[in-house]
């Protein structure tokens, strides 16, 4: 038994899901599949019960599940532990960012980070919310500042704003003196948005919302190719929604023939959360300074205020 091993199991239990584990893990399901037969094999008791569309763990894999998981923790927390030894070393925290973080947020964390620990130094990784999410769990990642909501049981958070949302449109679309718009005026404009792989649970919501509203047509572009919306958008071909604060999306629309306005009757709101290994803030120094460096930042509206009005 290895190390690798136990990150399979671990991964196949969380997700309860060989097909999302592998995803997880950037394998195919197959190979995953049978070094979980081989960990089996060399226990010699099956850890998972495999029905056809519902894995389930054994009561020997349940009993596994919380001691591997602390292994792995304390194997992760090594070279932490090593790199600490020397007291005068500058320590390197990564910090994954996503691209509708406000600028406030961000510079506000950095701050608070450098007044704490100076000895800390963060390096951003500017990257989508799932991905991100992918390499928080893969431990590629010490802390990640992405949309919300966020989940699973390993996954630790803290809210720190609330966005307002507004509509990105092209200025020939809506009258000019219009100061706000509502989504059911915008039915025959088709919504673009990024791959929806960047962020599922938002853009599921999204998705309903707009169905809600009318609006049926979508493109949906590759990858996160920003600058490509910034061409639809521009050009009148469709609308998207950004954040209404300075993140960066809303500024790649300045100097382009584009409005952003607020939407009528709801109250959307973006969430950014700080997210965390559960595991990795209880047994590794760096993980929990950064925890408490995001612990006391909250600068939007209360939860209370994501609820959508009308």
Do not use: C
Not at 224 to 249: P, S
Request: a neutral charge.
């Amino acid at each position: 038994m290895d190390l690798l091993h136990l990150r399979y199991f671990v991964a196949v239990a969380e997700e309860r899901s060989f097909t999302r584990a592998a995803v997880r893990l950037h394998m195919a399901a197959s190979p995953l599949s049978q070094r979980v037969k081989e960990l089996e094999r060399e226990f010699g008791v099956a850890l998972f019960v495999r029905a056809h569309h519902r894995i389930d763990l054994t009561e020997a894999g349940a009993a596994l599940l919380p001691r591997a998981i602390d292994v792995l923790a304390r194997a992760d927390a090594l070279p932490a532990l090593v790199r600490e030894v020397r007291a005068d070393t500058v320590r390197t925290a990564v910090v994954g960012i996503a691209p509708e973080v406000s600028a406030q947020v961000r510079d506000t964390f950095l701050a608070e980070l450098a007044h704490r620990h100076p000895d800390i130094a963060p390096r951003l990784v500017p990257a989508s919310t799932e991905p991100l999410l992918r390499d928080l769990r893969a431990g590629k990642v010490d802390l990640a500042l992405v949309h919300g909501p966020v989940g699973g049981t390993d996954i630790g958070t803290s809210l720190i704003e609330r966005q307002p949302v507004g509509v990105a449109v092209g200025v020939g679309a809506v009258a000019a003196d219009r100061t706000s718009v509502r989504l059911a005026e915008l039915t025959g404009i088709a919504f673009a948005s990024i791959n929806h792989s960047a962020a599922p649970e938002i853009y599921r919501d999204l998705d309903r919302l707009l169905d809600r509203h009318g609006i049926r047509e979508r493109v949906t572009l590759g990858g996160d190719n920003f600058a490509g919306l910034v061409h639809l958008v521009a050009t009148g071909q469709a609308f998207t929604l950004v954040g209404l604060g300075n993140g960066m999306v809303n500024r790649l629309f300045h100097g382009e023939p584009v409005r952003i306005l607020p939407i009528e009757g709801m109250r959307a709101r973006i969430s950014t959360v700080a997210a965390w290994r559960e595991n990795r803030a209880r047994t590794e120094r760096l993980v929990t300074e950064l925890v408490a460096a995001v612990a006391d930042l909250r600068l939007g509206p209360s939860p209370t205020a994501d609820r959508e009005a009308g």
